[in-house]
Nanobody, 125 residues
């Protein structure tokens, strides 16, 4: 499956952005999709994931209550609505996918075998 991430940009603290991850090539409904992010000098970290099948969402503690992940299987797209953005949310955001991935592995990047190109999110103070 090919993934195309989009929607990043520059926003002031407290603002909102919506990222999109558009997939093509395979049966999208069978894929768990996640967002990871990487800031300069930092390791890539888990942000959010949505399961295949029943579309259960999962969030890291630092975005819970501010970010919402959703998917539209008819459009083969996953969205990450980011509200109340903070300067520490500044990073390159990557979407990733893996078919029939178990929930136990959602939070670790090495279990995802398809990756988008990344989209820059910059939050100014």
């Amino acid at each position: 499956v090919q993934l195309q991430a989009s929607g990043g940009g520059l926003v002031q603290a407290g603002g909102s952005l919506r990222l999109s991850c558009a997939a093509s090539g395979r049966t999208f409904v069978n894929y768990a999709v996640a967002w990871f992010r990487q800031a300069p000098g930092n390791e890539r970290e888990f942000v959010s994931a949505i399961s295949w099948g029943v579309s259960t969402p999962y969030y890291s503690e630092f975005v819970k209550g501010r970010f919402t992940i959703s998917r539209d299987n008819a459009k083969s797209t996953v969205y990450l609505q980011m509200n109340s953005l903070k300067p520490e949310d500044t990073a390159v955001y990557y979407c990733a996918a893996a078919s029939f991935l178990s929930r136990d592995y959602f939070f670790t990047d090495r279990y995802y075998n398809f990756w988008g190109q990344g989209t820059q999110v910059t939050v100014s103070s």
